[in-house]
């Protein structure tokens, strides 16, 4: 359990200041574009080609903010395998935290009362839950299932490509919940790959889970970097936590049969409820304040 629990925080850390180096990455490039009388290539819609998108992934800041995301998925999986799923990705939900404090001193991001009220609502309910959680359940999915959790990433991404199309400058938010979703479904992946313990490797390579892992984790990636491009990184990782934490968290209770505390689980409901609301107040309010407060060289550049 405490294992599980330390993957967890180390994932946490990493993916959140990882938010803030790709943010930084991003913004740089598309500033560089202006700087050299350029501007960021977007569709039709207003939104970042994927000629815009590769070129802010290149950038320093961006890249080594990939290696941290590496290392906080290594923690995610042990993390995932080894203590319940709403625990686990909750605990990593914790990012925004850690995205918002290292984004005042990075970014120059600005923080209200509101905010702050918002995110410790986030650390509060997350709290809650460390103390109300159970036991990892030990239900496995049929392998039928396994081709579901296949096809279920891949209709999601092809879906969040295309409404992205459709929304353009003004799929931040949208970009980021998909990330979330896609990321949240290969935690599940992770959760009941096969061939793992003991390590098979052809067992692990045949088993659909480990491309839904591949699939969902490289999706989710694209689209949350469009999602850095369009919004503010406070919004980006909110909307990615709601997605990232409420897909795996009731698969684990509803399909594998991760429990709370006996007679806590009504406090473990209300716990999540608030760390998604928390996350969710933090997006709306990042959002706003984006609009509001935007560089006009960034705006020229990213809309």
Same mark, same amino acid.
Request: neutral net charge; contains cysteine.
């Given at each position: 359990?405490?294992?599980?629990?330390?993957?967890?925080?180390?994932?946490?850390?990493?993916?959140?200041?990882?938010?803030?180096?790709?943010?930084?990455?991003?913004?740089?490039?598309?500033?560089?574009?202006?700087?050299?009388?350029?501007?960021?290539?977007?569709?039709?819609?207003?939104?970042?080609?994927?000629?815009?998108?590769?070129?802010?992934?290149?950038?320093?800041?961006?890249?080594?903010?990939?290696?941290?995301?590496?290392?906080?998925?290594?923690?995610?999986?042990?993390?995932?395998?080894?203590?319940?799923?709403?625990?686990?990705?909750?605990?990593?939900?914790?990012?925004?935290?850690?995205?918002?404090?290292?984004?005042?001193?990075?970014?120059?991001?600005?923080?209200?009362?509101?905010?702050?009220?918002?995110?410790?609502?986030?650390?509060?309910?997350?709290?809650?839950?460390?103390?109300?959680?159970?036991?990892?359940?030990?239900?496995?999915?049929?392998?039928?299932?396994?081709?579901?959790?296949?096809?279920?990433?891949?209709?999601?991404?092809?879906?969040?490509?295309?409404?992205?199309?459709?929304?353009?400058? +003004?799929?931040?938010?949208?970009?980021?919940?998909? &990330?979330? $979703?896609?990321?949240?479904?290969? @935690? /599940? %992946? #992770?959760? !009941?790959?096969?061939?793992?313990?003991?390590?098979?490797?052809?067992?692990?390579?045949?088993?659909?889970?480990?491309?839904?892992?591949?699939?969902?984790?490289?999706?989710?990636?694209?689209?949350?970097?469009?999602?850095?491009?369009?919004?503010?990184?406070?919004?980006?990782?909110?909307?990615?936590?709601?997605?990232?934490?409420?897909?795996?968290?009731?698969?684990?209770?509803?399909?594998?049969?991760?429990?709370?505390? +006996?007679?806590?689980?009504?406090?473990?409901?209300? &716990?999540? $409820?608030?760390?998604?609301?928390? @996350? /969710? %107040? #933090?997006? !709306?309010?990042?959002?706003?304040?984006?609009?509001?407060?935007?560089?006009?060289?960034?705006?020229?550049?990213?809309?």
């Amino acid at each position: 359990m405490l294992i599980g629990v330390a993957a967890a925080v180390l994932a946490c850390v990493g993916y959140g200041a990882a938010s803030v180096l790709q943010a930084y990455g991003t913004r740089s490039s598309a500033t560089g574009a202006s700087g050299r009388g350029k501007s960021v290539a977007v569709t039709a819609t207003g939104g970042p080609t994927l000629g815009a998108t590769i070129g802010a992934a290149l950038t320093p800041a961006f890249i080594a903010g990939t290696v941290l995301d590496v290392v906080a998925l290594a923690g995610s999986v042990v993390s995932a395998r080894l203590i319940p799923l709403f625990l686990s990705q909750t605990i990593i939900s914790a990012d925004l935290v850690v995205t918002a404090v290292l984004g005042v001193a990075v970014l120059g991001v600005r923080l209200y009362t509101r905010d702050w009220v918002a995110i410790v609502t986030v650390v509060v309910s997350l709290c809650v839950l460390g103390v109300a959680a159970g036991h990892r359940g030990e239900a496995t999915l049929e392998p039928a299932a396994h081709w579901g959790l296949l096809s279920a990433p891949v209709l999601i991404l092809l879906g969040g490509v295309g409404l992205i199309r459709l929304l353009g400058a +003004r799929a931040a938010v949208a970009a980021g919940l998909i &990330a979330g $979703v896609l990321w949240g479904a290969m @935690a /599940v %992946a #992770v959760r !009941v790959l096969d061939g793992v313990d003991p390590l098979r490797l052809g067992i692990l390579l045949a088993d659909p889970a480990f491309w839904t892992i591949v699939i969902a984790g490289l999706g989710g990636f694209y689209l949350f970097t469009v999602a850095l491009q369009l919004g503010s990184v406070n919004g980006a990782a909110a909307t990615l936590v709601v997605g990232d934490t409420v897909v795996p968290g009731i698969t684990g209770v509803v399909l594998l049969g991760d429990t709370a505390e +006996r007679g806590l689980g009504w406090l473990v409901a209300v &716990a999540f $409820v608030s760390a998604v609301v928390g @996350a /969710v %107040a #933090v997006a !709306v309010f990042g959002a706003a304040t984006t609009r509001v407060q935007r560089n006009p060289a960034w705006v020229s550049a990213t809309v």
